[in-house]
């Protein structure tokens, strides 16, 4: 299957929210309702409503971490903290 680059986005989020609203909605509706007789009709009426929130969600929350995420500064040297708690423990 051969589909344009440009759609990967697109092609990703519905994947996650098909996904994960499917696995959420299921474990949710089984711990709240149980498991009977109208389990199915309720769970795909939940995952259905679901799905278009996670969709969205999925869509756009990626873009808005990824820029909160440029933003933040990683290091790999200890923060202060570990160091004095490091020398501390090499003094006993």
Request: proline residues 2%.
């Amino acid at each position: 299957m051969n589909i344009n680059v440009k759609y990967s986005n697109i092609i990703y989020a519905f994947l996650m929210a098909f996904c994960m609203s499917f696995f959420i909605s299921f474990i949710l509706v089984s711990i709240n309702r149980g498991y009977d007789h109208g389990f199915l009709s309720t769970w795909l009426k939940t995952w259905s409503q679901a799905f278009i929130c996670a969709f969205f969600g999925a869509y756009f929350f990626p873009r808005v971490i990824q820029q909160i995420m440029r933003r933040i500064s990683f290091v790999e040297k200890p923060l202060m903290i570990e160091i004095d708690s490091l020398v501390r423990e090499e003094d006993n």
